[in-house]
Nanobody, 123 residues
Framework: QVQLVESGGGSVQAGDSLRLSCAAS????????MGWFRQAPGKEREFVAV????????YYADSVKGRFSISRDDAKNTVYLQMISLRPEDTAVYYC????????????????WGQGTQVTVSS
């Protein structure tokens, strides 16, 4: 069993930066791929970024490439999402997820989810 707790969300202006954190507990964190997803009001949850175990590889949605950066600190059992140049369209609840059993860009393949943290970007 894995427990995930996100933090770091907030309300910011367009162009600002935020860093989200996802603290994991309950299992050997370093052995699992971790992902970030987001869900805007009235929309489906969508892929944002993923990082493989031990940080070997990262992959981003086109909409955030060059602005968001995913990283992990296995000593702290924490994965981060650094977001810069935020836009109003980045407004959403951001979720971290762990242990995908298939293609890691798909919501349905993850076994564990956090409760989400709200990010609101105003123009």
């Amino acid at each position: 069993q894995v427990q995930l707790v996100e933090s770091g969300g907030g309300s910011v202006q367009a162009g600002d930066s935020l860093r989200l954190s996802c603290a994991a507990s309950g299992r050997t964190f370093s052995r699992t791929t971790m992902g970030w997803f987001r869900q805007a009001p009235g929309k489906e949850r969508e892929f944002v970024a993923v990082i493989t175990q031990s940080g070997g590889s990262t992959y981003y949605a086109d909409s955030v490439k060059g602005r968001f950066s995913i990283s992990r600190d296995d000593a702290k059992n924490t994965v981060y999402l650094q977001m810069i140049s935020l836009r109003p369209e980045d407004t959403a609840v951001y979720y971290c997820a762990a242990e995908p059993y298939g293609n890691s860009v798909f919501v349905q393949v993850y076994n564990y989810w956090g409760q989400g943290t709200q990010v609101t970007v105003s123009s």
